[in-house]
Antibody
Framework: QVQLQESGPGLVKPSQTLSLTCTVS??????????WSWIRQHPGKGLEWIGY???????YYNPSLKSRVTISVDTSKNQFSLKLSSVTAADTAVYYC???????????????????WGQGTTVTVSS | EIVLTQSPGTLSLSPGERATLSCRAS???????LAWYQQKPGQAPRLLIY???SRATGIPDRFSGSGSGTDFTLTISRLEPEDFAVYYC?????FGQGTKVEIK
């Protein structure tokens, strides 16, 4: 079955760029029908959706983070990545990658939810 | 921007009891995009319900979802010990703040 694994630095300095990668195993990121998402959870808080990408490179971001977020995909490595620029302590969180099964056509989508999640990786922003 | 408000914040119940969790949207939303997740401490969320009422693969039938428009409900018919957790509703890029179901 498909598994996701986040990787990247656990400590990032303020004002720098947070970079994480999610490696997909057990299936192809290019198989279609899935959007690949990033979600974060601040300590002791709820979930915040960051954005997602399709294997073709189409992206959609949370408007509140859009100016600082870039999500990219590397189909040759079966990975997708998150970059969050100009980080502050408020970006300290557990970051999850997830698979969002959905079909989009003509501007509308049908979704079957985020059915596979990575275990999460803790990122602390501190000098 | 759609806001999802979950209630109650905490639900204290005993095993075997029925749990009813509410998710209210600030404006009418498509039920096609309404999902529920369960999260236990130190674990990633797990998809329970999508499309407001469809159970995800492997989810026991004691979990059910319902609702439309602005009001959605997750019901756990008889709580098992492993059901005590935090539950989140989600619509597209928005999550509710969560409801914690704790042992009474």
């Amino acid at each position: 079955q498909v598994q996701l694994q986040e990787s990247g630095p656990g400590l990032v300095k303020p004002s720098q760029t947070l970079s994480l990668t999610c490696t997909v195993s057990g299936g192809s990121i290019s198989s279609g029908g899935y959007y690949w998402s990033w979600i974060r959870q601040h300590p002791g808080k709820g979930l915040e959706w960051i954005g997602y990408i399709y294997y073709s490179g189409s992206t959609y971001y949370n408007p509140s983070l859009k100016s600082r977020v870039t999500i990219s995909v590397d189909t040759s490595k079966n990975q997708f990545s998150l970059k969050l620029s100009s980080v502050t302590a408020a970006d300290t969180a557990v970051y999850y990658c997830a698979r969002d099964r959905r079909y989009c056509s003509g501007g509308s989508c049908v979704t079957w939810g985020m059915d596979v999640w990575g275990q999460g990786t803790t990122v602390t922003v501190s000098s | 921007e759609i806001v999802l408000t979950q209630s109650p914040g905490t639900l204290s119940l005993s095993p075997g009891e029925r749990a009813t969790l509410s998710c209210r949207a600030s404006q009418s939303v498509s039920s096609s995009y309404l999902a529920w997740y369960q999260q236990k401490p130190g674990q990633a969320p797990r998809l329970l319900i999508y499309g407001a009422s469809s159970r995800a693969t492997g989810i026991p039938d004691r979990f059910s979802g319902s609702g439309s428009g602005t009001d959605f409900t997750l019901t756990i018919s008889r709580l098992e010990p492993e059901d005590f957790a935090v539950y989140y509703c989600q619509h597209q890029g928005t999550f509710g703040q969560g409801t914690k179901v704790e042992i009474k």
